[in-house]
């Protein structure tokens, strides 16, 4: 199920859709770098980390100030067309 909890401002939109393309570049080039090129394996596994901690952060300042429903075992997505934020749950 889905359902329509609130809606973020434009450049909060923005700011989370660009941690959510990074995060999704730096997964794809995860499986093309290869552990043998230690040092460049290594500062993506960082970035990676670094990207993901920015993204959660990001959902739970927005949940917190918008005061948002959640429910266990759910989780909020993001329409960057509208800007619209649901709770997604089975």
């Known amino acids: ?9 434009e ?3 923005n700011e989370i859709q660009a941690l959510h393309e990074r995060r999704n570049g730096l997964k794809e080039l995860s499986k093309i770098i290869t552990v043998a090129d230690e040092a460049l ?4 596994v960082k970035d990676l980390g670094n990207t993901g901690l920015k993204f959660q ?4 300042r927005m ?8 429910i266990e075992g759910g989780n909020w997505e993001i329409n960057f067309m ?9």
């Open 1 to 9: 199920m889905k359902k329509l909890i609130g809606t973020v401002s």
């Open 11 to 13: 450049e909060e939109k």
């Open 41 to 44: 394996y290594e500062k993506l």
């Open 57 to 60: 952060n990001w959902w739970d």
């Open 63 to 70: 949940a917190e100030e918008y005061h948002w429903e959640s």
């Open 82 to 90: 509208t800007n619209e934020i649901y709770l997604v749950y089975e």
